[in-house]
Each structure stands twice: as C-alpha cells, then as structure tokens.
C-alpha cells in the first residue's frame, strides 16, 4: 500500500466567520474573539488565524447588502494555526484591503479556493477550518440559498451538501452562555456573548433584537421541539425556510487515503462479512467514524461503498486512531453494537483480547509493563493526550500492557523514506486494559515513542527537558512530580486560540501514519462472531510489505 502525501495546513487555518446581518456572538467567542458583526456597523474588526499569527483586518460595509470581507490568496503553507511563528517559515503579506468597498463579499477567499477545498482527489494539504453562520432569507432548496448568501457558485454548494458540511434548524439556536434579562423570557434567557469589542453594546443590542424577533416568529411557526432547534446534518439538497439556520462547513477535512485505494485491494482488507457486523483492516490515514464536516471520506463509508451498502448502514463498534492501522469491527445493528461494546467493558472476563505491533528505536524490555496515566488531558492551547502519572493520583486508570516478542524489522521504501530509518525494533504486545493511547503513551513513557507518533514524542521531549530541569531536586521537583509531566504553564493573555509549541509537530500532519498496527482481535468466548476462539488478524504490516 502506497501512503500518500499527508494533509497540511495552510493559511485559512482556523478562521471562523458570521456572515449575516443578524449574526449570533457565540460563534466567534468560541475562539476567544469575542467579535460580533453587523451591516449596520460601519467599522468592525474580524480576526482570522494566518501564518502562525493573529491579525487584525478592518472590515466595511456601505450598505445592506452585506458584508465586505478582504480576499485572499491561499496558497502558502504554514507549520499549524499559532500565535507562535515557526522561524523556519517565511513570514507571509499581509492581504491588501479590497480596492472597492461596494461591492460585498461574504465568502472571503476565491471561488477556486472552494473548488480547492471540494476536489476529488483531494489536495495534498488541508486548508484549515472555516464555518459560516447564516439565517434564511428565503424559501427555498439549501444550495440555492446559500449560492445566493454566500455568492458562490450553487453547483460548489450541491457538493458541500453531498459532503455532509451543512447543517440546518428552521428555529434559531440560543446559545448556552448569554445573560438573562428581565425583558426576556425566561426560556430564552440564554441568547448571546456580547461582544469584547469596545463600544459594540449598542450594536450587540441591536442585533439581538433582531435575531429575537426572527426567533420568534420561527417559533410561532414551529413550535418550541428541541427538534426544530437543534441544528441537523443534511443529507440531501433539501427545501429550507425563511428564517431557519445554517451553519456551513466550508473546507471539510480531506482524508486523500479514501481515494488512494482500489476496490479490490478494500475487499482484501474485508476480514469478516456476516449480517450483524463487518470485520476490516483499516488503512493508515483515515478516521473510522465521519467527521462533523465530512461523511464521504470515512472507514464507514469506504466499507459502505465497498459492499454496495446503502450510506448509514454501518457504524463504529470501537475506533482506532487515524494514524494507525488494523483490526476495526463496524456493526451493522444496535444490538451487535451493544453486544460487542459489552464485551469490550468487560475487563474482569477477558472476553477479547487484543494484540498490537509497533515499531521503536530500541527493543524494550519484555515481559508486563504498568503504568497509571489521566485520559483525555488538555488546557487551553493544546491538543487532547494521556499522560503517566504516580500510583494514587486522582482520577488515574492502571494501564497494563505485555510485551511478547522484538525483532528487527526492515523497513520498506515508504516507511523508510517517512520515517528516515531503514530499519527498527518490531514489539509484540498484548493489551491487558484497554485505555486511549495506551499503547503510545506507555511506550512513551519508557523513552521509546513510536516511530511516526508526533504527538508523544513531543510529549516524551518535553517531559525529558523538564526532568532535566528539575535534576536538582528540592521542593519544586516534588510538586511537579506530582503532576507527572505536565508543565505548570498559563496561557498568555491578549493570544486567544494560540497552540502550545509541544502540540505543533503532530498538528502540522495530523493524519500522518504512525508505527502502530491492531495486529489482532480475538474473541475467547462464543457468541454473536462465532465459535471461540474466533481471530481476525491484519496481517504483516504496511510497513513491512504491501498489501
């Protein structure tokens, strides 16, 4: 299997607009903004995220019709969306203000950037996240409203339908975090964030009346069901109401893997097909469950297409990270989902067991390797990770894993070229607790990262550095130990959505593969995937031969 050339991110990295009149505050400070927009305001600022840094463009607007919003040029790459400049990368100009004020604009890149962003094969890059917040303002089909709000060609917004990057309530959502007021109902008592903006209270007013009074009359036409004010996916180009929202993704996360495989080389990787589940061994580089702004990309889908399998008719029993490969079992009902995610609860019967390869620098030490580690750990800045901690430590889960067998391993040209070894240790292990990351982090946290793993070699440096510094022990020593290895850092202030230095290697390749396989899933009782023991393996790794 050829790994192809993973996804990037450029310029656009993270920009996040409200293109309405009427525009609901919330949205922006999400991204600790803060900033709220409107037609009537002759001078607002709109921060995006460019080249590692935050800038600041005025924007204005001359009359109703909408919104004038700088264009710009998206081809220049940049390391990933932070405050922080990589001094390696050039910095990039700044986008000039638009020659000509009367004409608005409200989707802010060129059309070919869409285009970019929608083509199958996918580039070779991702061009960073951009969502639109809008109301209807007209009856109508989806793609022809939002052709007409966001003067984009509707044959580009047909597309982003099919993606699965469009989502529609025909009553307008409130946010969670507004302030009551006594002119209010009660039951709306949680409308918007205003805006930090100085000065922007009037304006802020203005524009929750105005959403207030469209709410209203949604309401009175619909009803007050969660239903209707829960925004939806749509699957289809469907008829939309004056009135209603729609939140656009407009740059859906690309997964090039989906495109780089054969249907004949997919029905190789079919382990199992029986008439409650599908056994598969996923490909490197592709995300088992569909993202919030892409269905057509996803392990689901590629087995859906696969099978000739009508879309929705497969979901994840369990998951695996984008980056590694192996064994993944896709129910194809409740009842087998239930069944098997039973099984996987159930550590005191080792019902399943579960066996992994990888690949590190050195060979490790065989036999059981303990660790206690905090799941799902993330301040502000960084991305979610689990981290070692001492035995004892709140909320910690015991981590147990066996190595069975090293050997070295050649490496072929592929992994070889990506990874910039010819050769490494291959480990055997056998998951005895299943946790996030537990085979990564462990390894990890013996000084052995796997190849290819950015995110806890970056982890495992900066907790090194930091032992380092603490080489000469004393009070400061024992109270970070405490903390395992989390740097007792604050974000700066005035930097809102600025990312971590450690977090910038695995955020510039996100979906880059790592040097870990689902090697093997055994069921060691009889049940709903047949007689025990029932095995399905993945064979040699994609490192090691092609498929």
Request: net charge positive; glycine share 6%; hydrophobic share 35%.
């Amino acid at each position: 299997m050829k790994i192809l050339s993973q996804p990037t991110y450029t310029r656009s990295s993270f920009s996040n607009v409200l293109c309405h009149p009427i525009h609901v505050g919330r949205y922006l400070t999400r991204l600790g903004h803060g900033t709220t927009l409107s037609t009537r305001t002759p001078r607002r600022r709109l921060i995006f995220m460019e080249n590692s840094q935050t800038s600041l463009h005025v924007l204005c607007s001359t009359d109703e019709s909408g919104l004038m919003v700088p264009g710009r040029d998206d081809g220049a790459q940049v390391s990933s969306p932070s405050s922080r400049r990589d001094p390696s990368i050039p910095p990039l100009p700044q986008p000039p203000l638009p020659p000509s004020l009367s004409r608005a604009k409200r989707y802010p890149f060129q059309p070919s950037t869409l285009e970019s962003a929608l083509r199958i094969p996918p580039l070779d890059h991702q061009l960073g996240t951009h969502v639109v917040h809008l109301l209807v303002h007209r009856d109508g089909a989806a793609s022809e409203v939002l052709s007409e709000l966001l003067e984009v060609p509707q044959e580009l917004m047909v597309r982003l339908v099919w993606f699965g990057a469009v989502y529609y309530c025909p009553v307008p959502p409130l946010s969670r975090s507004a302030t009551p007021t006594a002119s209010r109902d009660p039951r709306d008592a949680a409308l918007c964030r205003s805006a930090s903006t100085a000065g922007g209270d009037v304006h802020q007013a203005a524009q929750l009346a105005e959403l207030q009074a469209v709410r209203q009359e949604a309401l009175a036409k619909w009803g007050r069901h969660s239903r209707h004010q829960t925004p939806r996916r749509l699957d289809s180009d469907q008829a939309i109401s004056r009135g209603g929202y729609l939140r656009v993704h407009m740059h859906p996360k690309r997964f090039p893997v989906a495109h780089g495989l054969s249907h004949e080389q997919w029905s190789r990787r079919l382990l199992a097909v029986r008439p409650d589940h599908v056994v598969v061994n996923k490909p490197p580089g592709l995300q088992v469950p569909p993202t919030v702004d892409n269905v057509q990309e996803s392990l689901l889908a590629c087995v859906e297409k696969a099978l000739s399998l009508e879309p929705g008719s497969l979901h994840p029993a369990h998951r695996l990270d984008a980056g590694t490969e192996g064994v993944v079992v896709l129910a194809r009902d409740a009842a087998f989902a239930s069944y098997f995610r039973a099984l996987m609860a159930d550590k005191a019967q080792h019902a399943v067991r579960k066996q992994y390869k990888c690949l590190v620098s050195q060979a490790p030490p065989l036999g059981p390797l303990v660790h206690w580690i905090l799941e799902d750990q993330r301040r502000q800045g960084e991305m979610a990770h689990s981290v070692v901690v001492p035995e004892g430590t709140a909320g910690a889960a015991r981590c147990e894993l066996w190595v069975e067998q090293v050997e070295q391993t050649e490496l072929n040209t592929e992994a070889a070229d990506l990874w910039g070894a010819k050769e490494a240790c291959e480990v055997t292990i056998t998951l005895i607790t299943g946790r996030t990351h537990q085979v990564r982090v462990q390894m990890a946290a013996i000084g052995l990262p796997l190849l290819g793993d950015r995110l806890y070699t970056a982890l495992a440096t900066k907790c090194q550095h930091q032992r380092w510094r603490q080489s000469e022990g004393g009070v400061e020593q024992r109270q970070q130990q405490e903390q395992g290895c989390e740097e007792d850092e604050k974000q700066p202030q005035g930097t809102p959505g600025r990312v971590r230095d450690w977090c910038l290697p695995a955020l510039m390749q996100p979906l880059a593969p790592i040097a870990l396989q689902a090697h093997s899933l055994t069921l060691l009782e009889d049940g709903k995937m047949g007689p025990a023991p029932a095995s399905f393996l993945a064979g040699n790794p994609w490192w090691r031969t092609k498929i």
